[in-house]
């Protein structure tokens, strides 16, 4: 079945840029998404990218996707306290219309060091 | 726009007894909705698929008696765990898709809902 991997952890200082990154092994995806889950709480959507893009940009989120290696990623610039979070990445695949699953990956806990 | 609420937040529940989960699209029409499930520190565990007016689709290993899901309108659907043990006391999240909208791919989570079995 489809996988989706992801860093367990990532540390990084206040005001520098984080990236986290995913690989997925599915060829079909069509959309990629990355959630954002504060402690106790559900998922909020940040963004996503469509497998025929391969950036997307919005404010301080950058997503870059590399389809050939099946890599995604996600830059978040000038890190700061509130993105303390662990943040999912999933894919799910337009294959079946009306019958798409969101496949998660195991989720990065992104702590930021003061 | 594309709110999802859950009702309750948090349950605490004696063994044996069953517990009844709300998932609501505040503001769109969800022609879909997902039941997932969290353990502590893991990620999350799609339980099964519901759509509106039909029978939910069940994951492998999810047991269809036990976890019995009905979606009865297009912005209402409920989880209810029958004869609740201490093994489902879980991290339970809802998700629905706006079947309409331009961005009918993306699933919208609700804030979950937090179950504890005595």
């Known amino acids: 079945g489809e996988d989706v991997e992801q860093s367990l952890f990532l540390s990084v200082r206040e005001g520098d840029s984080s990236v986290i990154n995913c690989t997925y092994t599915d060829s079909s995806s069509t959309y990629l998404y990355w959630y954002k889950q504060e402690p106790g709480a559900g998922l909020q959507l940040l963004t996503y990218i469509f497998s025929n893009m391969d950036m997307k940009q919005d404010q301080r989120l950058t997503v870059l996707l590399n389809k050939k290696d099946k890599h995604l990623s996600l830059r978040i610039a000038d890190t700061q306290t509130g993105d303390s979070a662990i943040y999912f990445c999933?894919?799910?695949?337009?294959?079946?219309?009306?019958?798409?699953?969101?496949?998660f990956g195991t989720g990065t806990r992104l702590t930021i060091i003061p | 726009g594309a709110v999802v609420s859950q009702h309750p937040s948090w349950v605490i529940c004696k063994s044996g007894t069953s517990v009844k989960i709300e998932c609501r699209s505040l503001?769109?029409?969800?022609?879909?909705m997902f039941w997932y499930r969290q353990f502590p520190k893991q990620s999350l565990m799609l339980m099964a698929t519901s759509n509106e007016g039909s029978k939910a689709t069940y994951e492998q290993g999810v047991e269809k008696d036990k976890f019995l899901i009905n979606h009865a309108s297009l912005t209402l659907s409920t989880l209810t765990v029958t004869s609740a043990h201490p093994e489902d006391s879980s991290f339970y999240i809802c998700?629905?898709?706006?079947?309409?909208?331009?961005?009918?791919?993306?699933?919208?989570f609700g804030p979950g809902t937090r179950l504890l079995v005595l």
């Open positions: 998700s629905a898709r706006d079947g309409a909208g331009f961005e009918w791919e993306t699933q919208y």
């Open positions: 503001d769109f029409q969800a022609t879909t």
């Open positions: 999933a894919e799910t695949a337009a294959i079946n219309f009306g019958n798409e699953k969101l496949t």
